[in-house]
């Protein structure tokens, strides 16, 4: 089945400790996207990936960092965690051509405390 | 500035009751526009893309359509398991790839 996997689903930690939030998808799509989404303010870009050692920043990058070293997989990196970055996020999926759709997750829920 | 406005914020209707939901949007050219369905708890899930004006998709009781300004998705006799919330996104030329999103619209329907 094609799917795009996040882990952990859910996660409450505590300010500074740094995590790791996992996407891997079997698509085999080039591009990927780490997205948060969070009331009042929708669906908003952190960073994304056109291929493999290729990132660049999105709309609210700060505070977070990814890496792509395997097509498959795009890691969000929180190294000081903080209360405002308490939210939903998202990972997603595509193939190269850039208007396909956007092919999701089911989302990760980070609180911060 | 791009641009994307969903209205209603939310709409409720009884089973069997037709309806639309509008996305307006506002981008220097588009490349297209993009119909998710989100469920609570899970990511959003792709239904349709449309290119160009006139341009027509269905999907069961789903059919978006798209003029120079705004784009509809209307639902025809719902039934409870349309409840969602449907997110409309527009992806603008020259603008490698990045998806302007609209807030939703929360879509309740009643047995």
């Known amino acids: 089945e094609a799917q795009v996997t996040q882990n952990p689903r859910y996660l409450i930690t505590v300010t500074g400790k740094k995590l790791t939030v996992t996407c891997s998808q079997n698509?085999?799509?080039?591009?990927m996207s780490w997205y948060r989404q969070d009331p009042g303010l929708g669906l908003r870009q952190i960073y994304y990936?056109?291929?493999?050692?290729?990132?660049d920043k999105g709309d609210v990058p700060e505070g977070y960092k990814v890496s792509r070293k395997e097509k498959r997989n795009f890691p969000l990196i929180l190294e000081s965690p903080s209360p405002n970055q308490t939210s939903l996020y998202f990972c997603?999926?595509?193939?190269?051509?850039?208007?396909?759709?956007?092919?999701f997750g089911d989302g990760t829920r980070l609180s911060i405390l | 500035e791009d641009q994307v406005t969903q209205s209603p914020e939310a709409l409720r209707l009884q089973e069997g009751e037709s309806s639309s939901l509008n996305c307006s949007y506002t981008v220097s050219g588009l490349r297209g526009l993009f119909w998710y369905r989100q469920d609570p708890g899970k990511g959003p899930e792709f239904l349709f893309t449309?290119?160009?004006?006139?341009e027509e998709k269905e999907k069961e009781r789903l059919k978006a359509t798209l003029t120079k300004k705004e784009s509809f998705l209307h639902i025809t006799a719902p039934k409870p398991e349309d409840s969602a919330t449907y997110l409309c996104?527009?992806?603008?030329?020259?603008?490698?790839?990045?998806?302007?999103w609209g807030l939703g619209t929360s879509l309740a329907v009643n047995p």
């Open positions: 997603a999926s595509s193939r190269r051509d850039s208007n396909q759709p956007q092919h």
């Open positions: 449309l290119y160009s004006a006139g």
């Open positions: 996104a527009v992806q603008a030329t020259g603008n490698n790839r990045k998806l302007i």
């Open positions: 698509m085999n799509h080039e591009y």
């Open positions: 990936s056109m291929n493999v050692e290729v990132t």
